[in-house]
C-alpha cells in the first residue's frame, strides 16, 4: 500500500510510559511529510516532463519515417527523371543524326546534279564550239571565194550577198 504525504501527517503512533516524546515524534513526522510531499511532486513533474518526452520523441519518429519516405521517394524521382532525360537526349541525337544524313543526301545529290549540269554544258561548249568552227570555216571558205578572179560576180556583189540587208533610218 502506497502511503501520502497526508498519511504521514495524519499518523499517530501509541503512546507509552517511558517512549519517545510526542513533541518530538510529531515534529519529525511533520518534516518527514513535507519532504515526502515534496518528491511526491516532484516524482510527479517528472513524470510529466517524461511523458511529454515520450510524446515528442513519437512525434520525431513519426517524422523521421515521414524524411525517409520523403527521400526515398526523392531518390527514385531524380532516377527517373535521368532516365528521361537519358532517354529523351538519346531520341534528340538519333533524330539529329537522321537530319544530318538527310542533309548530307540532298547535299550529294545536289553535288550530282551539278555534276551532271557541268557535263551538259561541257558538251554544249563542245558543239558550240564546233557550230562556230564550221561557222568560221565557211567563211574563210566564202572569203577566199571572193578573192577567185575568175568568178562572175564582183567582190561588192559577193559582199552585199553576204551581208544583211539595211534598213533605211527612215523605214525605221
Known amino acids: 500500500m502506497r502511503m501520502t504525504p497526508l498519511d504521514v501527517h495524519n499518523h499517530r503512533f501509541p503512546t507509552r510510559w517511558k517512549g519517545y516524546d510526542p513533541a518530538d515524534v510529531d515534529g519529525f513526522l511533520e518534516l518527514l511529510a513535507q519532504d515526502y510531499e515534496a518528491m511526491v511532486h516532484e516524482v510527479e513533474q517528472l513524470r510529466e516532463v517524461v511523458r511529454r518526452q515520450e510524446q515528442r520523441l513519437t512525434e520525431l519518429q513519426a517524422n523521421e519515417g515521414v524524411l525517409r519516405e520523403t527521400l526515398l521517394t526523392a531518390q527514385s524521382m531524380a532516377d527517373d527523371l535521368r532516365q528521361t532525360a537519358t532517354?529523351?537526349?538519346?531520341?534528340?541525337?538519333?533524330?539529329?543524326?537522321?537530319?544530318?544524313?538527310?542533309?548530307?543526301?540532298?547535299?550529294?545529290?545536289?553535288?550530282?546534279?551539278?555534276?551532271?549540269?557541268?557535263?551538259?554544258?561541257?558538251?554544249?561548249?563542245?558543239?558550240?564550239?564546233?557550230?562556230?568552227?564550221?561557222?568560221?570555216?565557211?567563211h574563210l571558205a566564202l572569203l577566199e571565194g571572193l578573192g577567185a578572179p575568175d568568178e562572175e560576180e564582183t567582190c561588192e556583189e559577193k559582199v552585199a550577198y553576204l551581208t544583211p540587208p539595211q534598213r533605211s533610218r527612215e523605214s525605221a
Do not use: N, P
Not at 88 to 109: S, W
Not at 113 to 138: C, F, H, N, P
Open 87 to 138: 532517354k529523351e537526349a538519346e531520341i534528340l541525337i538519333g533524330e539529329a543524326e537522321v537530319r544530318a544524313e538527310k542533309v548530307l543526301d540532298a547535299a550529294h545529290r545536289r553535288a550530282a546534279k551539278l555534276a551532271e549540269d557541268i557535263r551538259e554544258m561541257k558538251a554544249l561548249r563542245s558543239r558550240v564550239a564546233g557550230a562556230v568552227r564550221q561557222t568560221i570555216e565557211t
